[in-house]
Every structure is written in structure tokens, then in C-alpha cells.
């Protein structure tokens, strides 16, 4: 429907819209995080919920103590190795549709602890990602910038077609492998239909041979 | 309370057992004495109970590791060089075992005095590393010995609870031993240099060209 029919309707007191704006419009304002936290991230998620910087006003306030009931997951943290297989499960039991948010450089890339040992370097080697925000830690306006990015997102989903999003598609995946807990390493330490290594064209030191294989 | 003190008064009441002062050329000179693991618990309840020290609170307890060197030196050595004996100089080299070391810190809250450190080593790093558990003298090293034995692989005997506290039940390896080898699932780093260049390159071909 034309915007400026639109807007013209609406000054005269009728409001036009489609069921997908409607049903979009509804679930972007309606996004229930999961009530879990991982480190110091968590912190400024907490402060995001509170009154200063008032995640309520995006209608994102209600922190959900079960995935039963939540949208969102908020993974704001440090992922260690012994506590991914525990996310992931919380996002396999989740509800579609669900979202997840990747706060901090921690749950983006292990940050700070990449080459170490005990750390996951990314959830997103077990579960989709759909907003990243970098930070160590992020401030809570990024958090709120990230959720507000997740609304736009949301909004621009098409309810038909063949990009519509995972949850109306029957055949899609909703659930993804839970690592076990190996003799050296989490099994797999990744998910390679979620996750692969990123080809990223760097320069190796001072024999530059980037590009040239 | 000098760490001889310490050594003699510990020597006079406990029979049969070794201490050796190990020093600390640092400013801080926090010396330490190293204790014979047969008696450990003994030390422990002497140094606990005993007045005038009274070391009533175990702070901190960490692991050291100390792997084999291998020791180059040159011998001179008699042998026949055509026919006629001559002296040859000839490098021997020799493997030293290594060990694990775990490290006491003691203070007193009645008296207000520490630390005293006291250190206990293993035969060595592969089988023989059962050590005397300190938690039945001091509660507070509980967590600190299971801590050991999961970053170390120190094994405490009399422990009342010793499983890994960090890793996974199920994890095989002791990350802190300067032997370790990390699980392989390096990605792209955006400062690569020495090993962690090395690796990239090796994930290079694995991966293939760009």
C-alpha cells in the first residue's frame, strides 16, 4: 500500500495496515528475553532493565525465568566451555520464533579469552546469532541499540515467500546439537551447518603471501 | 618467626622429618620451607596448634609445575683413538624428572603474623604425584586442592572431595601443565604472530585459498 495513501488515511482517523505489519508490529514490541546472565555483561544487561535506561519503553522489560515463555535470548557473557552445552539446550527449548542477542566480546568471539582453553570462541558455533553487539562491556544504550536493530529486523519479515523466516518454515531446523562434554574438547567444538570458519583475507607477518595461494 | 626458626623448631618435635629452606632472592624475601610429603600432615598440625605460631589460616594454595630439563655436560672421557688412549671430551646429556609442586600460604589471625609458605613436590609428573591432602588441617584448602588436581593433576590423598572443580568430569588433560596442548579450533585472529601465525598458516591450507 502506497506510504503517502497511508498517512493521509490516517490524518483522517482511519488506520490502514496488512496482517503482516500488524503481526510484525505486535512481535517486535512484545520481545521477552530469557532471565539468564553469564558474567559482567549480565550486569549491564540488568541496568538496561532498570529504570535509568528502561528497556520497558521497547516492551522488552518482562525477563522470562523459563525458555518456555521467552523470546529472546540475551547471551551476555562469557560462554565457557562447560556452560555452552547448558545455552544451548536453553535455546533448544525455546519457542519459535525465537531471537539471540550475542552481547559482549566474550559471547561474540571469546574475547579476551580466545586463545585460551576453557572458553567457546562464539556461540555462534552452536546457535544462529542475529544481532551482534561488540563491548567489554557493551553500555546499556548499546544493548537497547541492538534490540532496537532486532525490532527492525523483525519488522522486515515477510510472512509469505521464499525468504520468510525460520519459524514458518516447516522444514527448518528450530533445534541445534548440544555438544557433549569430550575427553579434550567439547564434541563437536563446532556446528558446521550454523557455524564455519570465516575465510578472512589476512596479512601473515612479514612474508606477506595473502592472496597468493 | 625467620623461616630457621621455623625449620628447627619443626625438627625438635616432629622426629624424622626434612625441611629445606628454599630462599627467595627477591626484595619481597618471602623464603619457604619445603616439606617431606610423609610427614606433611604432622607439619601442618604442629605449625596449626603449636604456639607461638598458631598459623591458624591457609590463604592461598597453587601448583607449580616443573618439567624434566635436559642437561648437556661435557665429560672427559679415556678412549682408544687409533690405537693409541687418548682423552676425548664427549657431551653426556642427562634427563632430570620432573615434578609438581604445590604451594601453602599460611598466616595467623591470633597472632597477626605471615606468611609462612610451605612447599611439597611429587616424585614426578606421570604417575607417582599423590601428595598428602592439607584440607582435614585447614578447611579452607579444600576447594584450592580440588583446584590443583584439575589444572595440575596432583592427587590428594585424604582429600574428602576430590573431583575436578573447573573442567568437566569427563576432561582427560591438565591445562595448566606446561606440556598441555590445547584443543585445535583456532579461527581467524586478526594479530597473528609467532605460534599463533604459525597456525594460522596451517589453517590456511587446511582451509584453502581465498
Redo the contacts between chains.
Keep these: 500500500m502506497d506510504e503517502n495513501l497511508k498517512s493521509e488515511l490516517r490524518k483522517q482517523g482511519i488506520v490502514a495496515t496488512t496482517l503482516q505489519e500488524l503481526y510484525n508490529w505486535g512481535r517486535k514490541n512484545s520481545l521477552w528475553p530469557l532471565n539468564f546472565g553469564l558474567a559482567c555483561c549480565a550486569i549491564e544487561m540488568i541496568a538496561a532493565s532498570m529504570a535509568r535506561y528502561d528497556m520497558a519503553r521497547f516492551g522488552a522489560e518482562v525477563f522470562r525465568p523459563s525458555p518456555r515463555q521467552a523470546d529472546l535470548m540475551i547471551v551476555a557473557g562469557t560462554v565457557t566451555k562447560k556452560m555452552a552445552p547448558q545455552v544451548v539446550r536453553l535455546y533448544n527449548q525455546m519457542a519459535e520464533p525465537k531471537y539471540v542477542i550475542s552481547m559482549g566480546a566474550c559471547a561474540i568471539s571469546g574475547g579476551p579469552f580466545k586463545q585460551g582453553y576453557n572458553v567457546l570462541k562464539g556461540i555462534d558455533r552452536y546457535i544462529p546469532v542475529d544481532v551482534y553487539i561488540p563491548g567489554c562491556p557493551p553500555r546499556p544504550e548499546a544493548l537497547i541499540d541492538a534490540l532496537m536493530a532486532l525490532q527492525k529486523i523483525i519488522d522486515k519479515q515477510s510472512l509469505t515467500g521464499a525468504d520468510r523466516p525460520r519459524h514458518l518454515q516447516a522444514d527448518a531446523p528450530s533445534e541445534f546439537v548440544v555438544p557433549e562434554f569430550g575427553a579434550h574438547d567439547l564434541e563437536p567444538s563446532q556446528n558446521p551447518e550454523v557455524w564455519q570458519p570465516p575465510l578472512v583475507n589476512i596479512s601473515l607477518g612479514g612474508t606477506d603471501d595473502a592472496g597468493k595461494h | 618467626m625467620t623461616p630457621e626458626n621455623i625449620k628447627s623448631e619443626v625438627e625438635a618435635s616432629i622426629p624424622g622429618c626434612q625441611l629445606e629452606i628454599v630462599s627467595n632472592p627477591s626484595p619481597s624475601g618471602q623464603h619457604s620451607l619445603r616439606i617431606d610429603p610423609a610427614h606433611a600432615v604432622a607439619i601442618a598440625t604442629f605449625l596449626r596448634d603449636a604456639e607461638p605460631l598458631r598459623l591458624d589460616y591457609c590463604s592461598n594454595v597453587t601448583g607449580v609445575d616443573w618439567p624434566g630439563k635436559e642437561i648437556s655436560e661435557k665429560v672427559k672421557v679415556k678412549k682408544l683413538v687409533d690405537g693409541v688412549e687418548q682423552e676425548v671430551e664427549e657431551i653426556r646429556k642427562t634427563q632430570t624428572i620432573g615434578h609438581l609442586e604445590v604451594v601453602y600460604h599460611l598466616f595467623s589471625m591470633e597472632k597477626k603474623h605471615g606468611p609462612v609458605i610451605l612447599r611439597m613436590r611429587t616424585e614426578d609428573r606421570a604417575e607417582r604425584v599423590h601428595l598428602p591432602s592439607l584440607t582435614p588441617v585447614w578447611r579452607s584448602a579444600e576447594f584450592q586442592e580440588r583446584e590443583i588436581f584439575d589444572l595440575y593433576g596432583v592427587i590428594f590423598d585424604g582429600h574428602p572431595d576430590l573431583r575436578r572443580i573447573?573442567?568437566?568430569?569427563?576432561?582427560?588433560?591438565h591445562?595448566m601443565r606446561r606440556d598441555?596442548v590445547?584443543?585445535d579450533?583456532f579461527?581467524?585472529?586478526?594479530t597473528?604472530?609467532d605460534e599463533?601465525?604459525e597456525r594460522?598458516?596451517q589453517?590456511?591450507?587446511v582451509?584453502?585459498?581465498?
Design positions: 573447573l573442567m568437566w568430569d569427563g576432561f582427560e588433560d591445562p598441555y590445547e584443543p579450533d579461527e581467524y585472529e586478526p597473528a604472530h599463533v601465525l594460522a598458516r589453517h590456511r591450507t582451509m584453502g585459498p581465498l
